[in-house]
């Protein structure tokens, strides 16, 4: 059986269908032949496709978020990958707002505060900055594990925390 993916190409409504016969081919477009793909150097292609030739340039590639920038030509373009699998669960709707919640931010070591970077009632995202926090001589900037609204802030700038001690509560 063929493994199939589903390419969305600069978040265009219809994804393409790209699939391999065997785990070692190369992926195609469903019902064509695999073009001829040769890297010529780390991030850059050159791509043979219907009797054409491409220079293809990976810009960027963020595989938690399956995504690719590329650079084809003078053209860009932000290719997302999905497999069979996750196009089934979003389809049936599993996993939607299955984004992750911070509850509490503890500190990750002994230090002392130097800086809260938000007041209660801030809505965080993931990777957000929280606050800094100076140990062993080094400024740390301790970003959100997740999303939340800051309900309470325990840490108090310029104060020396412990290992484990809430630093901020969320909502």
């Given amino acids: 059986m063929a493994a199939k993916l589903l390419a969305n190409v600069n978040a265009e409504a219809q994804p393409l269908e790209l699939e391999r016969p065997a785990p070692n081919a190369p992926w195609a477009l469903a019902g064509q ?21 491409y220079k293809v340039l990976v810009v960027k590639h963020d595989a938690e978020a399956r995504t690719t920038q590329l650079r084809v030509g003078g053209h ?8 069979e699998r996750a196009m089934l669960m979003k389809q049936l709707g599993i996993g939607q707002g299955a984004k992750s919640v911070v509850r509490e931010l503890k ?10 970077l938000v007041k209660e009632g801030d ?3 993931k990777n957000d900055p929280l606050l800094v926090l100076e140990a062993m001589k080094m400024e740390n900037v301790i ?4 999303e939340g609204v800051v309900k309470k802030i ?5 104060n020396a925390v412990e ?6 509560g969320f909502e």
């Fill in 123 to 125: 809505a965080v995202e």
């Fill in 107 to 116: 500190a990750p070591m002994p230090g002392l505060v130097l800086k809260v």
């Fill in 76 to 83: 860009s373009y932000t290719v997302r990958m999905e497999d």
């Fill in 143 to 146: 970003k959100s594990a997740g």
């Fill in 33 to 53: 032949h695999a073009p001829d793909l040769v890297r010529t150097a780390p991030g850059t292609y050159s791509l043979v496709h219907q009797g054409r030739s």
């Fill in 163 to 168: 290992k484990g001690q809430l630093l901020i």
């Fill in 154 to 158: 325990h840490a108090v700038e310029r």
